[in-house]
């Protein structure tokens, strides 16, 4: 009988020993739980500040992104303008190649001269009109 007592004495040891340890184990999990949420609560706070300040930076971004568009847009006519006018400016110059192709150097040289001598006489005219100009 003895043993048996003896057998009870030892499982409660043990039964004292696990609860003991179950106690310390559980504990710690608490200390970390608790740590954790305190941890979380500040995460929240933190989050409930930046968001606001996020949202507010994409709406900017995308305010941005909007004014950008059209901008792009504006431009997409200058570039249709500008390729026009290189079209013409190609169409130009083959016809001035067909036109010097049909003229000779000589019947070229002589219905540029009264051109020549416009642009001569308009030159000395401007300088006569800035003469006159800065001395009245």
């Excluded at 609860?19 to 979380?40: E, W």
């Excluded at 909007?66 to 901008?71: I, K, P, R, V, Y």
């Amino acid at each position: 009988m003895e043993i048996i007592y003896f057998g009870i004495l030892l499982c409660s040891i043990a039964f004292f020993i696990a609860v003991i340890y179950i106690s310390i184990v559980l504990k710690h999990l608490a200390d970390v739980t608790r740590s954790l949420g305190y941890t979380l609560k500040d995460v929240e706070e933190q989050f409930s500040y930046i968001t606001p300040q996020l949202m507010n930076t994409l709406k900017e971004a995308n305010k941005t992104v909007d004014e950008l568009e059209e901008n792009i847009k504006a431009t997409d006519s200058l570039f249709d303008s500008v390729h026009n006018v290189g079209e013409s400016i190609n169409s130009l110059n083959k016809s001035y190649k067909n036109y010097k192709d049909q003229v000779t150097d000589e019947q070229f040289q002589k219905q540029l001269k009264p051109a020549i001598e416009g642009i001569k006489w308009g030159e000395a005219l401007t300088q006569i009109l800035t003469k006159w100009k800065k001395a009245n």
